[in-house]
């Protein structure tokens, strides 16, 4: 009974939404609701998952022609309802090449509506904040149980996010260990002090503590969630060329690299490896990674880390704009970083479009379809080896980049409808490649 009225509560919230933010500008779907029609003409689509090239196609049912088949039809109508309507499943659609994550937080796992359509869309989670150092680090606790090497963490943040992992079969990327922010500063300094006047914490002491740090985590969801997590970003954002630090280190802002030096990323890659399960793979992560001064720098330390066999992938972020990268440079680093024969993730996938008109949409509809196009194009000619992609959040709404309310870089608008991001994901024929 709760649900129906939730249910007809968000169809009304829906309606009156999609009058007053949207369908001004996208005529096509306003009209669609004006004259009553109840699903959109290629409503419950079968999409024709993509196979490896080399793999032998296996195309469904549906797909095969049949002398009285009608020609196919071209989608029109994008702005299709999540909740009312069966829609394709991104991570069965792409399941041959790399699993499809989603960043998200707890409130927003935790809405019925959007855990329905995560379970749907998704088989591989990354908490968005609930994972970090500053939600772990328990100070109260360090400060009366724990010693000047070991701090207390709590997982209260993340337990939820772990369990609905468990329940519904969703992998988890564990993000993250390692990150000079959401990391609070009293980790860093004597006594765990928090004062004006606290000292740096010594670097023998920053060791033993990001030892105990990173093997308290892995232990603890290693033993509470077996099999859930199946892969760490250890080093998160290490690289700012022009920041100061050795070899292109970031070091302003890093209290990691000032206590400990430029060699914490190795010995954070080396505690990981000690403490993660065998199955688990260890992620250097970072941002803008398509720049050239940054990509050099990255490649020049994930080798240094693999030939001490502690790394198995690098995570790019991919927090793009509409133009910027080209995708020319983008596929490059991912070219140059599919040479070291590490793994690679999309780990956090997002596009700044600051434009919500139906052009716009399209256009960003394209862009998704075409980066995916890349995606397979170089899985298919065995260039890089890229097994995951994530997008950095559920809706426009929910999504970091909105903080003036006029961002849309993600999937699904705020009353859970698909956009053409949403097709261009899925190959839709009715998204212009160019
Ligand atoms: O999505 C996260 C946002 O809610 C936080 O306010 C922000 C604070 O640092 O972190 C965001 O996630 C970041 C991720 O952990 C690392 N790469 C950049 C992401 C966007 O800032």
């Known amino acids: 009974m709760l649900l129906w009225t939730k249910k007809l509560a968000i169809r009304l919230l829906a309606t009156v939404m999609i009058c007053n933010f949207m369908v001004c500008t996208f005529t096509g779907c306003g009209d669609q609701k004006e004259s009553g029609e109840e699903k959109s ?14 793999e032998e196609d296996t195309p469904t049912p549906t797909s095969t022609p049949t002398p009285t ?16 309507e069966k829609i394709p499943s991104m991570y069965e659609y792409w399941k041959e090449y790399f699993s499809i994550g989603i960043a998200i937080t707890k ?5 019925d509506f959007k855990g ?27 400060k009366s149980k724990g010693t000047e090497t070991c701090p207390v963490l709590k997982f209260d943040s993340c337990d939820e996010m772990l369990s609905f992992c468990v329940d519904h ?57 077996p099999g859930v997590v199946y892969a760490w970003d250890v080093v998160n954002e290490a690289i700012a060329p022009g920041d100061g630090g050795e070899n292109g280190m970031r070091m302003s802002d890093s209290l990691w690299y000032q206590t400990i030096g430029p060699d914490f990323v190795e010995k954070a890659f080396e505690y990981a490896r000690k403490y993660a399960a065998p199955e688990q793979k260890l992620f250097y992560n970072d941002f803008n990674t398509y720049e050239a001064a940054k990509r050099i720098a990255i490649l020049e330390l994930v080798n240094k880390i693999k030939d001490q066999g502690n790394i198995d992938g690098i995570g790019m972020q991919s927090h793009i704009g509409m133009s910027s990268p080209t995708l ?28 919500n ?14 980066l995916f196009f ?28 909105n903080k003036d309310g006029k961002r849309y870089p993600l999937l699904f608008n705020q009353v859970l409808e698909t956009k053409p991001a949403f097709w261009g994901i899925l190959m839709d024929e009715g998204i212009p490649l160019y």
């Open 41 to 54: 003409p290629t409503g419950e689509v079968q999409k024709v998952q993509p196979t490896k090239e080399g």
């Open 69 to 84: 088949e009608p020609e196919k039809e071209v989608r029109t109508d994008f702005y299709i309802s999540s909740i009312d």
């Open 107 to 111: 409130g927003e796992l935790l809405n």
């Open 116 to 142: 329905e359509l995560i379970v749907q869309q998704f088989n591989s989670m990354t908490c968005g904040n609930e994972m970090k150092p500053d939600a772990l680090l328990d100070r109260e606790a360090t």
């Open 169 to 225: 079969n969703i992998k988890m990327r564990g993000h993250t260990l390692v990150w000079h922010s959401q990391t609070p500063d009293w980790f860093f300094m004597e006594g765990y002090s928090n004062k004006q006047d606290a000292v740096f914490a010594s670097r023998e002491v920053m060791l033993a503590r990001m030892e105990n740090y990173i093997r308290l985590v892995m232990e603890y969801v290693n033993t509470t969630y």
């Open 328 to 355: 020319l440079d983008y596929e490059e680093t991912i070219r140059k970083f599919g040479e070291t024969g590490l793994e690679i993730h999309i780990t956090e996938l997002d596009i700044n479009l600051d434009s």
């Open 357 to 370: 008109s139906e052009e716009d949409f399209m256009k960003e509809g394209t862009r998704y379809k075409r």
């Open 374 to 401: 890349t995606f397979k194009n170089l899985v298919d000619t065995g260039v890089a080896n890229i097994t995951n992609i994530t997008v950095w959040g559920l809706t426009d709404e929910g999504s970091w980049l």
